[in-house]
């Protein structure tokens, strides 16, 4: 009997195979007292097994050079090089050998202890991404593990090529999946799994399996984040799929709606292979579309930008076809630091070096440079906060601007970094989450301080273009006042959303009124563009809004004329723009604002 489980959408695509369910859940892990005399042989033990798993992360960071630059996406490097990070991190070190000498705990319990404490600090964090870097915690825990008991170092080390062949050869095909295949085909395996590490997924292009499913992540999980760039049809957060999935079960897994079916009936094996078709046809037509600049069939050109975490990151936006970056998310470069203080923040050098990396690889395109992004829920140093605040709701509260105003030596080494890297191409400076005067004056004044300091000091920096992103109702009820300030404006419409709704996008009970319909919502967005268009300033939306194609038509209608998003995005909503009138979508977008349903609006 057929059934469904649903998860989150994070790589397109529909793979129609038979399951291969791999137990990676938590280990049982052995508890038991050591004697004092043995507390030297247990630290040993896991300095060994760190050692042994750094030397591991270390051969697959090195063999990425063999590998094809589409099997082998920047964001993979990325992951790895925070698991070694997260593996060399002293203070992790310290805290599991606080366990074995001050209890007396073996090592693997001191090792699940300390990861405890660490892994409920992760749970306290708002931002999303940051949050699911949970899931890199746990795996190098459980890599640990493995490796204190000598077990598998890869989940593709418990699938050999004879069981793959066993999966392969099952001849109980549906007759209506046998009626597509070639002679000599046989039909994909797909991998069942709690989660996938980078080095699994590393693997996962050179393995038997057409795509996956896992129980745990999102949207911004480093497994949907790798699944994206390998183009590996994947669903994540599908729970209890290993227990709900039975070992040669046939599933079908459509990674554009983020469903998984078990046992489907030949009716929808026929529909789903329908759509499978249509959707390597519309893929490889979308592909063709790179190159075609982006202007409306009334003729109104739509810049269409990258979002981006890392400098390898701009190669793959550009042969998207983005015209530029609308966002660089700096905060991955301050991630995976040690907690031991400022000092071990990115300096004023590699940060220069990161964003001069993005501007060359652009060639001359415009790079949107956002100052950090962190803080409150997510300290890069667990002392830079009084205990007292913890229970405070980190959304709202010391981060962002406000945090980097709060910290001016670190945030002065970054506008220095950012000046001096607009000598080598256009930089866009943008600022989050500013809501109140005295913090862009103080914002302003910080800018004014760089340039001051690399003159007297006889170091070059380039122009840059001043931005604020409009993020809290309050900046979008004062957009006038910042349009005095700035060169431009950048909506942030996941976190307007939130705080306009006040809805937690990451609490699982409240996420159905996460509405981006809402006309509250829609008010706002509009009122800025207005105003920008009013006051001659540039204008962009870089939240998720951006790269979803049911949105493009109203934000055309409202007259933007400039979306960030991911890269994988940018085809699509391409599409939609060469297909839209603009001008002829004015009176339709008004009339969504103007209803109380906007989602019932038909567009005629």
């Not at 989150?8 to 695509?13: C, P």
């Amino acid at each position: 009997m057929s059934f469904a489980l649903h998860g989150q959408a994070v790589s397109r695509g529909i793979v129609i195979g038979r399951a291969v369910v791999m137990t990676t859940g938590r280990v049982d892990v052995a508890h038991y007292f050591i004697e004092a005399d043995q507390v030297g042989k247990e630290i040993r033990r896991l300095v060994a097994a760190r050692d042994a798993v750094a030397q591991e992360i270390r051969q697959l960071q090195s063999g990425l050079a063999n590998f094809p630059a589409s099997d082998a996406p920047a964001e993979l490097t990325a992951l790895l090089d925070v698991h070694l990070m997260l593996l060399e991190d002293q203070a992790l070190a310290k805290g599991v050998s606080d366990w074995i000498v001050g209890r007396h705990y073996n090592a693997e319990w001191a090792l699940t202890a300390q990861f405890e404490v660490i892994s409920r600090q992760f749970d306290e964090m708002e931002d999303p991404y940051l949050r699911e870097r949970k899931a890199d915690l746990e795996q190098v825990g459980e890599r640990l593990l493995a490796a204190l008991r000598g077990e598998a170092k890869s989940l593709f080390d418990q699938v050999t090529a004879d069981e793959a062949d066993a999966h392969r050869g099952r001849t109980d095909v549906p007759p209506v999946l046998a009626d597509k295949l070639q002679p000599d085909d046989s039909p994909p395996l797909v991998l069942v799994a709690r989660d996938l590490s980078p080095s699994d997924l590393l693997q996962f292009k050179q393995s038997v399996f057409g795509g996956f499913v896992t129980e745990v992540g999102g949207k911004t999980s480093h497994t949907a984040i790798v699944a994206r760039g390998l183009d590996i049809p994947a669903v994540v957060g599908a729970r209890q799929a290993s227990q709900l999935i039975r070992q040669d079960d046939w599933i079908i897994i459509d990674g554009d709606e983020g469903v998984v079916i078990i046992d489907p009936s030949p009716l929808l094996i026929e529909e789903y292979f329908f759509k499978q078709r249509q959707g390597s046809v519309e893929r490889e037509r979308l592909h063709r579309l790179r190159h075609t600049p982006s202007v409306t069939l009334d003729g109104a050109p739509v810049q269409l930008m990258a979002n981006i975490e890392l400098p390898a990151d701009a190669e793959p936006a550009l042969q998207a076809g983005a015209v530029g970056v609308g966002l660089f998310r700096t905060e991955f470069l301050f991630m995976g630091r040690t907690n031991k203080g400022l000092s071990q923040l990115p300096d004023e050098a590699e940060q220069f070096t990161a964003y001069k990396a993005v501007l060359e690889a652009m060639h001359g395109l415009p790079v949107t440079i956002r100052t950090i992004d962190i803080g409150a829920d997510k300290p890069l140093e667990r002392g830079m906060r009084p205990s007292s605040e913890d229970h405070l709701n980190p959304a709202l509260g010391l981060r962002a601007i406000r945090w980097c105003l709060a910290e001016p030596a670190m945030f002065l080494v970054q506008l220095r970094a950012i000046l001096r890297a607009a000598a080598f191409g256009p930089v866009n400076l943008l600022v989050p989450m500013l809501a109140h005067v005295s913090e862009i004056k103080q914002t302003l004044l910080m800018i004014d301080r760089a340039r001051a300091q690399l003159d007297s000091e006889g170091l070059a920096y380039g122009p840059v273009r001043l931005g604020a992103m409009i993020e809290v109702p309050a900046a979008a009820l004062m957009v006038d006042i910042f349009l005095e300030h700035f060169d431009f404006l950048s909506i942030g419409t996941n976190d307007l959303i939130q705080y306009t709704l006040a809805v937690d996008r990451v609490d699982q009970s409240v996420t159905h009124l996460y509405d981006p319909w809402h006309p509250a919502v829609l008010g706002l967005i509009a009122q800025i563009i207005a105003r920008c268009q009013e006051k001659g300033k540039d204008v962009s939306v870089c939240g998720e809004m951006a790269g979803d194609v049911t949105f493009t038509a109203f934000l055309l209608g409202l007259g933007l004329r400039n979306l960030s998003m991911h890269p994988t995005q940018i085809p699509a909503v391409k599409q939609q723009i060469l297909r839209s009138h603009a001008k002829n979508l004015e009176p339709w977008s008004r009339a969504v604002l103007d209803s109380a349903d906007p989602q019932s609006v038909a567009l005629t």
